[in-house]
């Protein structure tokens, strides 16, 4: 539909920033439970309540109006235009048009179905009944970012299931008659592999019928081969440092990273205090050798590196503790400038300069506001913003001010500029692709839409995901903190990786 041109608005920023671009867009939205509410047309300058908090609904079009950008969102099934919402107010999935199948499936009793792919809990259709496995007649298929989901049957019932849920229906063999079934082929391998907390344990030899209990759960381990028995597959895994060898593990029960072998540098960097030193290269929060002592920079002599999957570890000692690190929290150490030893210059020889960080921030309750420009005099209210977490890529100072650019962590929006005083920062590393399957903890801090997410951020409570699975496919590092993104009760979001 068009919309008219609405009066003219007082000295809008900028000549050019009311300009309207609309397009076409295929994907899926939820609200937030926090939001500005619907509007009617991407002109109106206050949204109303909005019933459709935590659904999700399709995603028809993107506009953008200056500054602003919105989705126009639509109820799945029936179509019914609910209006625009503004982008930061959503967690929003890219999604492929759905096919048709014909396939059959096992699913657990007790498993949900939804009126809508990458349902939530107010979307619930129904619960499988019976007891054990039933049989689920699939007909349609739909990609939601990259999860799958299928529309079926089961028992009478209809509705959409993540396709994690789903196990393919197969011919009970004959036990008699194994053939070629069993053939065994055996592989050297040169990676590392950390097993998931929900595993079947250590098998002696891969024709054992049943694993061992470990201890070596969610930590780095060394593989040395690979092997397939049917239609099984198998890591053999060991110390990284002893090489001793602790069993065989099935492979989709561990997360595997490929691993170069190490070689021998001699290198020096600055490493900030707090750091955690690892026993292993990727080691995780099991396998700490120490933490890095003292105030400000601290000097870190590396003596070997490895490369894991597209990560760099070094092995080096600083103040006395050695272990390993990620290249991520280290610097190359710069040489001091005679600057460094006269009186600070007075703010007015400093020309203003932008500069580009990657940083992760929580604005304070207590904030001076938020500015369109480090230019303005006087800044907007803040208080929207205020226990919420966003991403930081630029960073000014304008006279004896600073300030650094948030930026909405979902949709990747430039929101305004705020005091640095008023928020709390963390580095943030980049983006890896993780893909695992994990146990939630019984005691957890809950999902959330951004990484490190304030309780106005929350997707899901904690007691919502005790013992639940949770499949993994990215992650990142805040601080030293990891962070891993994916689905759990159908609903994908960000959890601490200490909660798996």
């Known amino acids: 539909t068009t919309s008219t041109k609405p009066s003219q608005p007082s000295k809008p920023s900028g000549g050019t920033n009311n300009k309207l671009t609309v397009s076409a867009n295929r994907g899926v939205a939820q609200i937030k439970p926090t939001n500005n509410g619907l509007y009617t047309t991407v002109y109106d300058s206050k949204g109303h309540k909005t019933d459709q908090v935590q659904k999700t609904l399709s995603v028809t079009k993107t506009a953008t109006l200056g500054n602003n950008k919105f989705y126009l969102v639509e109820d799945y099934n029936s179509g019914k235009k609910y209006g625009w919402v503004k982008q930061g107010d959503v967690v929003y999935n890219t999604a492929k048009a759905p096919v048709k199948v014909n396939q059959t499936y096992n699913v657990k009793a007790g498993s949900t179905l939804y009126t809508v792919p ?21 007909t349609k298929q739909q990609q939601i970012d990259k999860a799958t989901y299928l529309y ?42 950390q097993i998931n907390a929900k595993n079947s344990g250590l098998y002696t030899t891969v024709y054992d019928t049943k694993g061992k209990t470990t201890n070596q759960i969610q930590r780095t381990l060394s593989v040395t081969k690979a092997a397939t028995l ?7 895994v060991g110390d990284y440092n002893t090489g001793t060898n602790y069993g065989w593990v099935k492979q989709d029960e561990v997360i595997y990273n490929t691993a170069k072998s190490p070689v021998k540098i001699n290198q020096t960097y600055n490493v900030k205090p707090g750091i955690k030193l690892h026993t292993v290269p990727w080691g995780t929060y099991n396998q700490v050798a120490g933490t890095v002592s003292g105030k400000g920079d601290q000097t870190f002599k590396a003596t070997k590196q490895q490369q894991i999957d597209k990560a760099t570890y070094l092995y080096g000692t600083v ?6 690190i990620s290249k991520y929290y280290l610097t190359a150490p710069s040489k001091v400038q005679a600057l460094s030893t006269q009186s600070t210059p007075a703010p007015k020889q400093v020309k203003p300069s932008t500069q580009t960080v990657n940083q992760i921030a929580q604005v304070k309750a207590n904030n001076s506001g938020i ?3 480090v230019y ?33 962590g979902t949709s990747n ?13 963390q580095n943030i590393g980049k983006q890896t692709q993780s893909i695992g399957k994990y146990s939630v903890k019984p005691t957890n801090n809950g999902l959330y839409s951004i990484a490190w997410g304030t309780k106005n951020q929350q997707l899901l409570a904690p007691n919502t995901l005790a013992n639940q699975a949770f499949n993994a496919s990215k992650a ?8 891993l993104y994916g689905t759990v009760n159908n609903r994908t979001g960000w959890i601490a990786a200490k909660d798996l």
């Open 118 to 138: 990458w349902g939530t809990p107010k979307q619930v259709a129904s619960k499988v009944s019976g007891t054990g496995n039933q049989t689920f007649k699939a």
């Open 319 to 324: 103040n006395g503790k050695s272990g390993w």
């Open 371 to 373: 500015r369109a420009s």
């Open 230 to 236: 049917g239609d099984k597959k198998f890591y053999l």
């Open 152 to 193: 079926g049957t089961v028992n009478g019932k209809s509705g959409w299931i993540s396709k994690y849920y789903l196990t393919t229906a197969s011919k009970p063999s004959n036990p008699t008659k194994p053939s070629t079934n069993n053939q065994l082929t055996v592989t050297n391998n040169s990676g590392v592999a």
């Open 476 to 483: 990142v590092y805040v601080g030293k903190d990891l962070y």
């Open 413 to 425: 929006t430039p929101l305004g500029w705020v005091n640095i005083n008023d928020v709390t920062t």
């Open 376 to 408: 303005d005099k006087t800044a907007k209210s803040g208080t929207k913003y205020a226990n919420r977490t966003f991403l930081i890529n630029k960073q000014r100072t304008q006279g004896n001010n600073t300030y650094v650019l948030l930026q909405d």
